[in-house]
């Protein structure tokens, strides 16, 4: 199982970003997807999560309305679209394939003026 994550970046306040994560070594489409960021100093938190076939999704309070998780199963990548960004927002983000326990190798994103 290998999770490849990528798109972070440095960004300003208000600014938007897609985080994507490449999967591969496993049906991607019959497995349930998760986001997490972890922030300095702090826990390793979940930030969103997507079923298989992307039926139902669930968001951390801090970030509903405003990052979207989605899937493409053609293309074996689960998706972050991140807007309305804030400072507080930055984390290494990783994303995760729960029922096998992987993790890939996550992503900075920096929101800072």
């Keep these: 199982v290998q999770l490849v994550e990528s ?8 600014g ?3 985080l994507s994560c490449a999967a591969s070594g496993f049906t991607f ?11 300095p100093g702090k826990e390793r938190e979940l930030v969103a999560a997507i079923t ?10 801090s970030v509903k309305g405003r990052f979207t998780i989605f899937r493409d199963d053609a293309k074996n990548t689960v998706y972050l679209q ?4 804030k400072p507080e927002d930055t984390a290494v983000y990783y994303c995760s394939a729960p029922r096998f326990g992987s993790w890939g190798q ?3 994103v ?3 003026s």
């Design 29 to 39: 489409s019959s497995a349930a997807m998760r986001w997490y960021r972890q922030a």
């Design 52 to 61: 298989s076939a992307g039926g139902s999704t669930v968001y951390a309070d």
């Design 16 to 18: 938007s970003l897609r």
């Design 110 to 112: 920096t929101v800072s």
């Design 106 to 108: 996550g992503t900075q």
């Design 82 to 85: 991140m807007n309305s960004l």
């Design 7 to 14: 798109g972070g970046g440095l960004v300003q306040p208000g």
